[in-house]
Nanobody, 118 residues
Framework: QVQLVESGGGLVQAGGSLRLSCAVS????????MGWFRQAPGKEREFVAAVTWSGGTFYADSVKGRFTISRDNAKNTVYLQMNSLKPEDTAVYYC????????????WGQGTQVTVSS
């Protein structure tokens, strides 16, 4: 029973900031990879950022320099700090978890809406 619950989405003006949180509960491997994905209307889900169990990070080119992913293993929580938001960042943002050795992200949250107005 692995559950991922996102929070922190909302409506913000261009240039503003939001911080998304993802709380993880249930049974997962400790050395997992946590990721954020997003999906805009009419588009496929795309990778945004990921953080390894030890804190290494990866970012999509579109968000480098603006977004920061981090995790607190003691709290079983992953964060996505989003600064300098643009209208094209508008999407449903999903938290996901990938166990070490797995080929895919097996666990997904329900998503949280982020809307950036111009």
């Amino acid at each position: 029973q692995v559950q991922l619950v996102e929070s922190g989405g909302g409506l913000v003006q261009a240039g503003g900031s939001l911080r998304l949180s993802c709380a993880v509960s249930g049974r997962t491997l400790s050395r997992n990879l946590m990721g954020w994905f997003r999906q805009a209307p009419g588009k496929e889900r795309e990778f945004v950022a990921a953080v390894t169990w030890s804190g290494g990070t990866f970012y999509a080119d579109s968000v480098k320099g603006r977004f920061t992913i981090s995790r607190d293993n003691a709290k079983n929580t992953v964060y996505l700090q989003m600064n300098s938001l643009k209208p094209e960042d508008t999407a449903v943002y999903y938290c996901a978890a990938k166990d070490e050795g797995s080929l895919i992200y097996r666990y997904w949250g329900q998503g949280t809406q982020v809307t950036v107005s111009s």
